[in-house]
């Protein structure tokens, strides 16, 4: 005969009292509270690690009604979410933010009037404790449905309509607009023009009125200096060629992404153009898989995209725990990174 040694699942009892404190004092600490001394959190979490606990998350969503998940929605067609190096970088830092707190997250592509419903079902089921949303194009009906759930939100930017009530985290696009024409103009560049984002995006919009502000230009000259790269690779290479139609003696251009900078450099290469000699470019984003690896490497404005993921979740979780939350809306700070393109 075998005799086998079966060690049964250590409880929440069972760390309480190998920290030496109380059943309560061990479920504020597995629970984040923090009404907890230090010496409480220090002990119980080594308890924890030494028993190997594990909580039982099912009876503690009954216990909190919290299911331990967030929903991560980007309203955006699923090619553009795989070819477009930002996305993924967002993805990666909510997957890597809500880790951090001990969060499971439920990434869902929503872009169909079909996908809209079966995400209003899921959100509306209890699935999920919050969402944070990446919804940045006019008409999109995703705020919309997700305005009308009893569900903690945070949003990646302004989204359109009425910002009353929404909790959002935003990047100075505008202000990151105005550095960089200013950077071009103290470079004594006098041509400057502008590949813009899709005017359906409030992000695109905002760098366009840096760019307007900065050259001290009204509605009606900036058509002449502009056009729309679509925040793509080929629309970038695109909206480069029609702009040296229009302007033949420009000598610098500020391009509203990375992706649509690497087609314009292309586009001047193409031409005959040497960069930064005969024209000076300026991207933005920053995008580390993108701007040190263009030809020459590209001066960019810098959104850290990661910090403004961390800044969500962190906000997102005010909101679940039901803390007070001061500040509604965060705008994040952008910077000029130089390099040889400008």
């Given amino acids: 005969m075998v005799l086998v040694s079966i060690h049964a699942r250590p409880t929440l009892e069972d760390v309480a009292a190998r920290a030496g404190v109380s059943r309560a004092t061990a479920s504020r600490v597995l629970n984040s509270s923090p009404r907890v001394s230090p010496e409480a959190l220090e002990a119980v979490t080594a308890a924890v690690s030494e028993l190997g606990y594990q909580p039982n998350r099912a009876a503690r969503a009954l216990v909190t009604r919290r299911t331990g998940a967030v929903a991560v929605l980007f309203s ?22 809500l880790a951090d707190v ?87 560049r006098k041509k400057i023009v502008h590949v813009t984002g899709p005017l359906d995006e409030l992000s695109a919009i905002d760098r366009l009125s840096g760019f307007k502000s900065a050259m001290g230009i009204d509605d009606k000259a900036s058509t002449k200096l502009t056009a729309n790269g679509g925040f793509t690779t080929q629309g970038g290479r695109k909206a480069m060629a029609e702009l040296l139609g229009k302007v033949p003696d420009l000598d610098a251009v500020f391009v509203a992404s990375d992706l649509m900078a690497a087609g314009a450099l292309e586009a001047l290469h193409e031409a005959g153009k040497r960069v930064p000699e005969d024209v000076a470019v300026v991207g933005f984003d920053d995008h580390v898989a993108i701007a040190e690896h263009t030809e020459p490497p590209l001066t960019s404005v810098r959104q850290d995209s990661d910090q403004q993921v961390k800044h969500m979740v962190a906000h997102l979780m005010k909101l679940v725990r039901e803390e007070p939350v001061k500040t509604k809306r965060e705008m994040l700070p952008t910077i000029l990174v130089r390099r040889e393109s400008a």
């Fill in 76 to 97: 955006e067609p699923e090619p553009k979410i795989f070819d477009d190096p930002h996305f993924a970088r967002l993805i990666r830092a909510g997957a890597r933010a």
């Fill in 102 to 188: 001990d969060v499971q997250m439920v990434l869902m592509l929503v872009h169909s009037p079909d996908d809209q419903a079966r995400a209003h079902r899921f959100l509306a089921g209890g699935h999920v404790d919050g969402a944070l949303v990446f919804a940045p194009h006019q008409n999109d009906q995703l705020v919309s449905v997700v305005k009308k759930l009893p569900l903690p939100v945070v949003y990646a930017g302004k989204p359109w309509g009425p910002l009353r009530g929404l909790h959002l985290v935003d990047n100075d696009n505008e202000g990151g607009a105005v550095l960089a024409t200013e950077h071009l103009k103290s470079l004594g």
